[in-house]
């Protein structure tokens, strides 16, 4: 058996007319940018979220670098987050000049741990970058007493978890901003590169729009910098025929986390330490990411028996060469450290059938056998 770790083919299948239909009517109305569908898509996200503002950009990463924008974060000062996350989240720091100041992870949720982060803050921080990594998000309460002790911005990643809540609440309505991506992996995806920025600070929602129009009102008029970052009008027409089945989709990745949890625990018990969940938490299973030991000689018997797998992620992002100037060394951040060396995350996806998840336990079982 192949149990691959995305199978995008059946959701098409089972949306193709719709999605079709969809495209047919933007390339019939020859309105491709920032249109009726881009619209709809804003407002629709942007109240899933409990908030008032959606601004449509062009991947999960700008939508990271806008809303420090957004927020004024300026070349030099400084920017708190995780190193165990997609390089996304420093990458959008360090493109503005300001500069990442990365802090330990919480070894069960493998999100920021907010006892770290005080320590971290000096007179330059201006925002802290809380990852909702896997699907889960991050210990806000915590997080937002420190922000408004130190007057720092929230800027939210949720790229992995649109549809998660914390303590009732989504991305968006505990942050200054949240930001998502619809690369075509995530829960709800494009196919193509796709992202959306939502929040309920109205003067900050409209400095968004107007950076991701090359800073531009009126249109030719520009008092700030900004650069192109629209949400195409044919990613918004698909997603806005994805979007009302989103939920269902999430239900179906908890209850695939479930049997596979149930299953390892049954089969293959100490080797494997299946994903926690705060009970506050509703995690909708972006992936499914379990600790194990001999990790890469796991994931190579995997390969070899038809098992697709990932690791999120290989490398922290304080130990990559691209941010040596920063001066971090090994064992700096040894929980992110450890992360690295035992995560693996196996198949997930909506259509993913029971018995490919049997096959999948099975064959982690006869790897530690």
């Known amino acids: 058996m192949n149990v691959p770790m995305l199978d995008l083919s059946e959701q098409y299948f089972n949306l193709k007319q719709d999605i079709n239909t969809a495209l047919e009517e933007v390339m019939s109305s020859s309105r491709f940018i920032l249109g009726d569908n881009v619209k709809k898509l804003e407002k629709d996200i942007a109240k899933y979220s409990n908030v008032a503002y959606g601004i449509g950009v062009a991947n999960g990463s700008d939508a990271l670098h806008i809303s420090l924008l957004g927020c004024g974060v300026e070349p ?84 992995q978890s649109i549809g998660s809540e914390y303590k009732g609440k989504k991305p968006g309505e505990l942050g200054t901003t949240a930001c998502y991506s619809f690369f075509p992996t995530k829960n709800l995806g494009a196919y193509g590169d796709a992202g959306m920025i939502v929040s309920d600070n109205e003067e900050i929602a409209e400095k968004m729009r107007v950076i991701r129009v ?7 008029y520009h008092h700030v910098l900004g650069y192109n970052s629209r ?9 806005n025929v994805k979007f009302p089945h989103l939920n269902d989709w999430s ?16 089969k293959v018990g100490d080797h494997v330490v299946t994903p926690y969940a705060e009970e506050h938490n509703y995690h909708i299973f972006h992936q499914y990411t379990i600790r194990v030991e001999k990790r890469d000689e796991l994931q190579v018997f995997l390969k070899e028996n038809g098992v697709a797998s990932m690791v999120y992620y290989p ?21 992110t450290e450890k992360a690295c060396s035992e995560v693996i995350s196996l198949p997930m996806f909506p259509e993913l059938k029971q018995e490919q998840q049997e096959y999948v336990v099975e064959t982690i079982r006869k790897f530690y056998k």
Not at 231 to 239: K, P, R, T
Not at 251 to 266: C, F, G, I, S, V
């Open 76 to 159: 030099g000062e400084e920017v708190i987050c995780p190193a165990f996350t997609f390089f996304a989240t420093a990458g959008a720091v360090a493109r503005i000049g300001a500069v990442p100041v990365f802090v330990d992870i919480d070894p069960k949720t493998y999100n920021i741990d907010p006892s770290k982060i005080e320590a971290a803050i000096t007179p330059k921080t201006k925002a802290i970058i809380p990852v909702h990594l896997y699907g889960q998000m991050a210990d806000m309460d915590p997080i937002l007493e420190i922000a408004e002790k130190h007057n720092l911005s929230i800027v939210e990643d949720a790229a």
């Open 214 to 220: 090359h800073g531009s009102k009126p249109k030719y």
């Open 231 to 239: 949400l195409d009008e044919l990613q918004a027409a698909i997603l």
């Open 251 to 266: 239900k179906q990745r908890r209850d695939h986390a479930e049997t596979y949890t149930t299953l390892l625990n049954e």
């Open 315 to 335: 490398k922290p992002l304080h130990l990559q060469p691209v941010f040596a100037e920063l001066g971090y060394k090994e064992g700096d951040l040894p929980e």
